[in-house]
């Protein structure tokens, strides 16, 4: 009789050569290459775990396409490298939709019912469909104009405000990114929610940090009640307390944008405690990328002399100091005349982002004439591989240069369409424009009134193995700590005379 190893042998390269075959057969000719098939529909989960984020450069690295298939179990992902590629994707998007993929983390992340689910999932790519609707509803609140300039006021207001505490206490020793994230939460939730803003609470805070790192659990449906236990508890604890913020119509105080959100719940149907549920999606978008971007921002400005020295200079040029000694800076001037803070920031972006555009094929797709997408396969387009691309940013795409993004007379400008920090096309982030308003004026003032030193001595560039892989921007693994000492006992007031400008953050500003 055949021994067991005999038999074992026998059944794993039978497996094997069955997979091939059905590799084999289910690959139509004219889809993108399949790659990483040592083990079919095995391998390519292996790399991904193992690899993590850099996963899309290694393979980028290895076999140099523009576009490439990934065969999973039960699923094809095509990865898109080549940034004209990813132009058309975006011309696409009723064909190739992202809207389909808003309509299952509904259901999953946020736990709307039946029928509010059927009323988000219904006719995704339909013209007057919720999904199709929300961005014509939320437009106005979050382009230049006065609900965007009410809440950046607000929001900044909250920051100042707690600087000047902090400026009064003299050196204190901070935990950065803790620090960070708690001031960026409270100013932004400030400025979207109003005086009745849930966050205020600390245990609303709290839950919402016990909820993010879980999020992946719920989006991917991997029995969140049960592997995800404490972050499905406090979830439901801020759907009660959003329950209560909208019944009691405090959302009527809030901005411009909240109102909007609760409009178009209101006029397909859906009522005031699903839209409590909606609200967790709400926050999401607000909070899980603006957070460790304020806190990255902070660390290349300050970990680095040089960065520091010329964001400070140029800052310095715009401030005012009147006879009694108080410094003023006006949000219009850091908006519109420091092309090195806003270079910083875009580095910034395209240094730590992690994120990946992606769509779903409604239908069979032969994209640019030549490469078949599936109906039902899963399109992605990775920030990384655009932000790590030399022949785009030059050789020296591994250091963070914070000049890079300042215009300089005869040079041609990189396309910017590689510029993935926001997304693009009709995922273009619509909140762009509040973050990064906050986030730079946030920097500035810690800039021009603080100095932050490391407790050990010198700076480390934190690990992000551990974190969430929703995030677009990574959280540390570990925190710095740093001694924050003001650099004077002056008054700071910040100005908002013409502060309603736009600024040229991702390809469509720069079109427009």
Same mark, same amino acid.
């Not at 609303?204 to 719920?218: C, G, K, L, V």
């Given at each position: 009789?055949?021994?067991?190893?005999?038999?074992?042998?026998?059944?794993?390269?039978?497996?094997?050569?069955?997979?091939? /075959?059905?590799?084999?057969?289910?690959?139509?000719?004219?889809?993108?290459?399949?790659?990483?098939?040592?083990?079919?529909?095995?391998?390519?989960?292996?790399?991904?775990?193992?690899?993590?984020?850099?996963?899309?450069?290694?393979?980028?690295?290895?076999?140099?396409?523009?576009?490439?298939?990934?065969?999973?179990?039960?699923?094809?992902?095509?990865?898109?490298?080549?940034?004209?590629?990813?132009?058309?994707?975006?011309?696409?998007?009723?064909?190739?939709?992202?809207?389909?993929?808003?309509?299952?983390?509904?259901?999953?992340?946020?736990?709307?019912?039946?029928?509010?689910?059927?009323?988000?999932?219904?006719?995704?790519?339909?013209?007057?469909?919720?999904?199709?609707?929300?961005?014509?509803?939320?437009?106005?609140?979050?382009?230049?104009?006065?609900?965007?300039?009410?809440?950046?006021?607000?929001?900044?207001?909250?920051?100042?405000?707690?600087?000047?505490?902090?400026?009064?206490?003299?050196?204190?020793?901070?935990?950065?990114?803790?620090?960070?994230?708690?001031?960026?939460?409270?100013?932004?939730?400030?400025?979207?929610?109003?005086?009745?803003?849930?966050?205020?609470?600390?245990?609303?805070?709290?839950?919402?940090?016990?909820?993010?790192?879980?999020?992946?659990?719920?989006?991917?449906?991997?029995?969140?009640?049960?592997?995800?236990?404490?972050?499905?508890?406090?979830?439901?604890?801020?759907?009660?307390?959003?329950?209560?913020?909208?019944?009691?119509?405090?959302?009527?105080?809030?901005?411009?944008?909240?109102?909007?959100?609760?409009?178009?719940?209101?006029?397909?149907?859906?009522?005031?405690?699903?839209?409590?549920?909606?609200?967790?999606?709400?926050?999401?978008?607000?909070?899980?990328?603006?957070?460790?971007?304020?806190?990255?921002?902070?660390?290349?400005?300050?970990?680095?002399?040089?960065?520091?020295?010329?964001?400070?200079?140029?800052?310095?040029?715009?401030?005012?100091?009147?006879?009694?000694?108080?410094?003023?800076?006006?949000?219009?001037?850091?908006?519109?005349?420091?092309?090195?803070?806003?270079?910083?920031?875009?580095?910034?972006?395209?240094?730590?982002?992690?994120?990946?555009?992606?769509?779903? /094929?409604?239908?069979?797709?032969?994209?640019?004439?030549?490469?078949?997408?599936?109906?039902?396969?899963?399109?992605?387009?990775?920030?990384?591989?655009?932000?790590?691309?030399?022949?785009?940013?030059?050789?020296?795409?591994?250091?963070?240069?914070?000049?890079?993004?300042?215009?300089?007379?005869?040079?041609?400008?990189?396309?910017?369409?590689?510029?993935?920090?926001?997304?693009?096309?009709?995922?273009?982030?619509?909140?762009?424009?509040?973050?990064?308003?906050?986030?730079?004026?946030?920097? /500035?003032?810690?800039?021009?009134?603080?100095?932050?030193?490391?407790?050990?001595?010198?700076?480390?560039?934190?690990?992000?193995?551990?974190?969430?892989?929703?995030?677009?921007?990574?959280?540390?693994?570990?925190?710095?700590?740093?001694?924050?000492?003001?650099?004077?006992?002056?008054?700071?007031?910040?100005?908002?005379?013409?502060?309603?400008?736009?600024?040229?953050?991702?390809?469509?500003?720069?079109?427009?």
């Amino acid at each position: 009789m055949p021994s067991t190893f005999v038999l074992a042998a026998g059944v794993v390269a039978a497996t094997y050569v069955f997979l091939h /075959a059905l590799l084999r057969l289910t690959q139509d000719t004219k889809e993108p290459p399949s790659l990483g098939n040592t083990i079919p529909f095995v391998t390519p989960m292996l790399n991904m775990a193992s690899k993590g984020v850099r996963f899309h450069c290694y393979m980028r690295d290895k076999y140099n396409l523009p576009i490439y298939t990934l065969r999973m179990p039960w699923m094809r992902i095509y990865i898109i490298n080549s940034t004209p590629l990813i132009t058309t994707v975006q011309s696409q998007f009723k064909a190739l939709s992202f809207a389909a993929i808003e309509a299952s983390i509904a259901a999953n992340v946020i736990g709307v019912n039946k029928a509010t689910n059927d009323i988000i999932g219904s006719d995704v790519n339909k013209e007057g469909s919720y999904l199709m609707s929300f961005p014509k509803y939320v437009h106005s609140a979050l382009s230049a104009g006065p609900g965007l300039d009410a809440m950046n006021r607000r929001s900044i207001q909250v920051i100042t405000q707690s600087l000047d505490r902090c400026a009064q206490g003299g050196p204190r020793t901070i935990r950065m990114f803790e620090w960070v994230r708690h001031e960026l939460l409270l100013a932004t939730t400030e400025g979207v929610y109003g005086p009745k803003n849930p966050f205020r609470d600390p245990v609303m805070e709290n839950a919402w940090y016990t909820f993010e790192p879980a999020a992946m659990m719920f989006v991917l449906n991997l029995l969140p009640r049960v592997f995800a236990r404490e972050g499905y508890k406090a979830r439901e604890y801020m759907v009660k307390v959003w329950e209560q913020y909208f019944e009691q119509g405090s959302y009527k105080q809030g901005s411009e944008l909240i109102q909007t959100r609760v409009k178009i719940n209101d006029d397909f149907h859906i009522d005031l405690k699903e839209t409590a549920r909606i609200e967790i999606g709400g926050s999401q978008a607000i909070l899980t990328n603006s957070l460790p971007g304020a806190f990255w921002m902070i660390y290349h400005i300050f970990s680095n002399p040089t960065v520091l020295k010329d964001v400070k200079a140029e800052l310095f040029k715009g401030v005012q100091e009147d006879d009694s000694g108080v410094c003023t800076i006006d949000l219009s001037y850091v908006k519109g005349s420091c092309p090195i803070l806003l270079s910083t920031f875009k580095e910034m972006m395209r240094v730590n982002a992690s994120s990946s555009a992606t769509r779903i /094929a409604m239908e069979d797709y032969l994209l640019n004439g030549k490469y078949l997408l599936k109906k039902g396969s899963t399109i992605m387009m990775p920030a990384t591989v655009q932000h790590t691309d030399r022949l785009i940013w030059g050789d020296n795409i591994d250091e963070f240069d914070h000049m890079r993004f300042v215009r300089k007379p005869g040079t041609k400008r990189p396309n910017p369409v590689a510029f993935r920090g926001f997304g693009g096309g009709t995922t273009l982030c619509p909140g762009r424009h509040f973050a990064s308003t906050e986030i730079l004026m946030y920097s /500035a003032l810690m800039v021009l009134r603080f100095d932050l030193e490391p407790v050990e001595g010198k700076w480390f560039t934190p690990r992000t193995t551990k974190s969430p892989l929703i995030n677009g921007l990574p959280v540390p693994d570990n925190d710095i700590s740093v001694i924050m000492r003001p650099t004077s006992n002056k008054l700071w007031n910040v100005s908002f005379s013409g502060y309603d400008q736009g600024m040229e953050i991702a390809a469509e500003d720069i079109e427009c």
